[in-house]
């Protein structure tokens, strides 16, 4: 799909395209959404550009990903999209910077761009030129990966409490820490690629920075500038929330540890208390002509009260020591 992009009275209007229609010349931003073979090629000749195919943004290396071709720059970066899902998943993202458009394509539709298309339609100023409209995108995108890194740091404190939490009584309570290392997992991975959204979209402004791109104005520059200092902080931030994760993934495999411990604690104890009255009771199981006090008339209650002694003093003994 081809949706254009022009200023109004009021802000960027969209518009679809058809792969026959001619592109408007007051035209700003051209976005490609998952294009077929037929609107790659009328963008190519329309515009006089390459644009290229997915095939082609996934087997650029990353060193090659930002390069100047006649007097269009192409930039492709990684983007974490579907945050909101159980499996957020990076893919390519190409933005074209010519002298008088910017044309992205992408085959995945990321909740930034619909963001920065309702906020374009109502603030013409902002978007006015195409390096605007490109600079708009990526604090888009670094906006929403700021969100997303805030709601981890806050999911990590909650899994925090719940794991090191007491019922009151100075014991843990108990808990299906199976589901907490999926959490932590989750969050870890969510971090893992907000890590290299962020180390693309770094790469990407800096080269923005030190182009020469006759419409990369000084407002233009002013505001990659401060983009380039949140990207920088933004991956700070998500390095203290991978050291969280990390950290709760420690104290998550230790309280299990303890839990493993305490079960094996348990049936060892049970097993030594129980070990000594199996030990009588087999003595005086055994089918011998001739066994001590088997005849005696209290022989029954002797072999009782002495495996009930047996048991009871290893449990007085373990739960002194305070093994109990």
């Not at 992009?5 to 051209?30: F, K, Q, S």
């Not at 890194?149 to 019922?167: K, P, Y």
């Not at 990207?231 to 994760?245: L, P």
């Given at each position: 799909?081809?949706?254009?992009?022009?200023?109004?009275?009021?802000?960027?209007?969209?518009?679809?395209?058809?792969?026959?229609?001619?592109?408007?010349?007051?035209?700003?931003?051209?976005?490609?959404?998952?294009?077929?073979?037929?609107?790659?090629?009328?963008?190519?000749?329309?515009?006089?550009?390459?644009?290229?195919?997915r095939?082609?943004m996934?087997?650029?290396?990353?060193s090659?990903?930002?390069?100047?071709?006649?007097?269009?720059?192409?930039?492709?970066?990684?983007?974490?999209?579907?945050?909101?899902t159980?499996r957020?998943?990076?893919?390519?993202?190409?933005?074209?910077?010519?002298?008088?458009?910017?044309?992205?394509n992408?085959?995945?539709?990321?909740?930034?761009?619909?963001?920065?298309?309702?906020y374009?339609?109502?603030?013409s100023?902002?978007?006015?030129?195409?390096?605007?409209?490109?600079?708009?995108?990526?604090?888009?995108?670094?906006?929403?990966?700021?969100?997303?890194?805030?709601?981890?740091?806050?999911?990590?404190?909650?899994?925090?409490?719940?794991?090191?939490?007491?019922?009151?009584?100075?014991?843990?309570?108990?808990?299906?820490?199976?589901?907490?290392?999926?959490?932590?997992?989750r969050?870890?991975?969510?971090?893992?690629?907000?890590?290299e959204?962020?180390?693309?979209?770094?790469?990407?402004?800096?080269?923005?920075?030190?182009?020469?791109?006759?419409?990369?104005?000084?407002?233009?520059?002013?505001?990659?500038?401060?983009?380039?200092?949140d990207?920088?902080?933004?991956?700070?931030?998500?390095?203290?929330?991978?050291?969280?994760?990390?950290?709760?993934?420690?104290?998550?495999?230790?309280?299990?540890?303890?839990?493993?411990?305490?079960?094996?604690k348990?049936?060892?104890?049970?097993?030594?208390?129980?070990?000594?009255?199996?030990?009588?009771?087999?003595?005086?199981?055994?089918?011998?002509?001739?066994?001590?006090?088997?005849?005696?008339?209290?022989?029954?209650e002797?072999?009782?009260?002495?495996?009930?002694?047996?048991?009871?003093?290893?449990?007085?003994?373990?739960?002194?020591?305070?093994?109990?």
């Amino acid at each position: 799909m081809i949706r254009y992009y022009a200023l109004d009275g009021h802000g960027l209007r969209g518009n679809d395209v058809t792969a026959a229609a001619v592109l408007p010349r007051e035209t700003l931003w051209i976005d490609l959404l998952e294009p077929t073979v037929e609107e790659e090629l009328k963008v190519e000749r329309d515009l006089g550009i390459d644009v290229p195919t997915r095939e082609e943004m996934r087997e650029i290396e990353t060193s090659n990903r930002l390069y100047e071709e006649g007097d269009a720059l192409y930039m492709t970066a990684t983007v974490v999209t579907k945050l909101d899902t159980d499996r957020p998943t990076s893919d390519q993202i190409t933005f074209i910077l010519t002298p008088d458009r910017l044309i992205t394509n992408r085959y995945v539709d990321p909740l930034p761009f619909r963001r920065y298309v309702a906020y374009a339609e109502k603030h013409s100023v902002q978007c006015n030129t195409a390096p605007a409209i490109l600079a708009g995108l990526l604090e888009s995108i670094v906006n929403r990966i700021a969100d997303v890194l805030e709601r981890i740091g806050t999911d990590m404190d909650t899994l925090s409490n719940e794991v090191f939490a007491s019922n009151g009584t100075g014991l843990h309570r108990s808990r299906d820490f199976r589901l907490v290392l999926e959490r932590v997992g989750r969050n870890g991975d969510l971090v893992s690629k907000a890590r290299e959204t962020l180390a693309s979209l770094g790469r990407l402004v800096v080269f923005l920075q030190q182009t020469n791109h006759p419409q990369i104005q000084n407002d233009a520059r002013n505001r990659l500038r401060t983009l380039g200092r949140d990207i920088a902080q933004m991956s700070d931030h998500a390095t203290f929330i991978g050291n969280k994760v990390q950290f709760m993934l420690d104290a998550t495999l230790g309280m299990i540890n303890i839990d493993q411990n305490n079960i094996l604690k348990i049936f060892s104890v049970v097993t030594l208390i129980m070990l000594p009255p199996s030990v009588i009771g087999g003595i005086f199981g055994m089918n011998f002509a001739v066994i001590p006090f088997s005849q005696h008339p209290f022989g029954f209650e002797l072999a009782i009260g002495l495996m009930v002694l047996s048991a009871v003093t290893p449990f007085v003994m373990f739960k002194r020591r305070g093994w109990l």
